[in-house]
């Protein structure tokens, strides 16, 4: 390990805690490490800084903005608590130099699949674009605007995964003391930061660049100096990506003009509109024959589980947490999702479809899409075996989530999770007391009690 690194983390206080393996990665502001974190028990990632950004002269302008750069990404550590943006840990600033502690994530990045022979497929690649979405959108939320979104910036977590990093050149309107204007990728920027005009438009254009080399394996705009490319940025017409791969169906022509295009006017205006539009369009992808037996995407589930009123108290990051813990299928008509005395080891939630219950072979209830069923038991030390049958009365999409994966689940969406179960209890509970009180002044009228 190069001695300005173990300098840097002695200086920093961190060298009893983290333990160097190797070097992972090298760039020209930083390098970053492989370590061990002691104290958590956990693999993770150092990104150490070049001592000369830090040592040299004010009067070096692109060591400046490197610097500058660097203490904006360390000024935003922790404040963006994302499944889909990379954590970090810990951030610090020596007299030397600076360090970020990251997760360590060992798919590398985007930027092999970008290339003519190793595309993933569209429906994976839509995948990948929902949940980055989903992060720029949190972060615009939060006022911050990324402005380097680019495939080396996205890191490959596995099939349909990947999460977002490095913000060192990121706007945040909440406080522009460590804003970085001159940094940025020329081929992902978007034409008005020319003009030093920030907008989460600009976001939006950028991943739809990479939503673009993610298809067709290059870039819209291409050109052998900068100067070059920044007039085709500005000027030029950028191929259609049906035209470059004639298998894409149309409606993926429009989404990915609609993020690339030159005028604001023109372009997304927002990420909910991305958000809706990938939604829309990844269904239609898996349309031929039957769906039943195939399981739905989760940019899918995602998109209709935060229309769900049951749900509403939970937020983005919850909602994705509730994902990632749970299985989902699309199964037959006639198809059992309870068995009457059987163990009862999950509750289950039936978004699409509809669903009878019976208990020994008498229909007893009729579920419709939205119903969460099976969670009473969650409460019990040791769960009752199921006292009804539930089974789809039409081809119905429900979700899973296992008891012992709940009690595994972040404190936070463990609380919220209980509170809709608390909830729902309390509202069967008021419903069976009307229907008995409904069934006793019967019995009285039918006896002349009143």
Not at 116 to 121: F, Q, R, T, V
Not at 154 to 175: I, M, N, R, S, T
Not at 190 to 212: M, N, S
Not at 365 to 383: D, H, S, V
């Amino acid at each position: 390990m190069p001695a300005h690194s173990i300098a840097t983390l002695t200086a920093c206080g961190l060298q009893h805690r983290y333990e160097i393996r190797r070097e992972i990665g090298a760039g020209a502001t930083g390098t970053v490490y492989l370590a061990h974190d002691s104290f958590e028990q956990r693999e993770v990632a150092i990104k150490v800084a070049h001592p000369q950004i830090f040592s040299g002269g004010s009067d070096d302008t692109e060591q400046t903005i490197i610097r500058k750069a660097w203490l904006n990404e360390v000024h935003l550590a922790g404040s963006l608590q994302h499944p889909y943006i990379v954590a970090v840990y810990d951030a610090g600033v020596s007299a030397s130099s600076a360090y970020l502690v990251m997760e360590y994530l060992p798919g590398g990045t985007l930027e092999p699949y970008c290339r003519p022979e190793s595309l993933k497929p569209v429906q994976e690649v839509l995948e990948i674009m929902y949940k980055c979405a989903s992060a720029l959108d949190y972060a615009c939320r939060a006022g911050i605007v990324h402005r380097d979104i680019k495939p080396a910036n996205l890191q490959y977590v596995g099939h349909g995964e990947a999460k977002v990093c490095d913000f060192g050149a990121a706007y945040w309107a909440k406080d522009d003391s460590t804003q970085v204007m001159d940094i940025g990728s020329l081929a992902y920027m978007a034409p008005e930061l020319f003009r030093h005009w920030v907008t989460p438009q600009a976001d939006i254009y950028a991943l739809g660049i990479v939503l673009f080399q993610l298809l067709t394996g290059q870039q819209p705009f291409r050109a052998d100096t900068p100067a070059a490319l920044m007039y085709q940025i500005l000027n030029g017409e950028p191929p259609r990506v049906t035209d470059l791969r004639n298998d894409l169906p149309p409606a993926l022509e429009n989404l990915v003009s609609r993020m690339i295009a030159r005028s604001l006017e023109d372009r997304f205006s927002e990420w909910p509109a991305v958000l809706t539009a990938l939604s829309e369009l990844l269904p239609n992808l898996d349309s031929e024959g039957s769906n039943a037996g195939k399981k739905p995407a989760q940019a899918e589930l995602y998109d209709q589980l935060r229309q769900l009123p049951l749900l509403a108290d939970l937020n983005g990051a919850q909602l994705w947490e509730l994902l990632r813990i749970s299985r989902w299928n699309r199964v037959a008509p006639g198809t059992i999702l309870v068995q009457e005395g059987m163990e009862a080891k999950s509750c289950y939630l039936l978004l699409k479809g509809e669903a009878k219950v019976t208990q020994q072979g008498k229909l007893i209830n009729w579920l419709k899409p939205g119903t969460l069923f099976g969670e009473l038991a969650f409460a019990e030390t040791t769960p009752s075996p199921r006292s009804a049958t539930v089974s789809a009365v039409d081809t119905v999409t429900v979700g899973k989530w296992p008891y012992s994966h709940l009690h595994k689940a972040s404190p936070g969406l463990q609380s919220k999770m209980l509170q809709i179960f608390f909830r729902l209890a309390a509202e069967r509970l008021k419903k069976a007391d009307e229907q008995y009180l409904l069934l006793y002044q019967k019995h009285l009228k039918e006896n002349n009690l009143v």
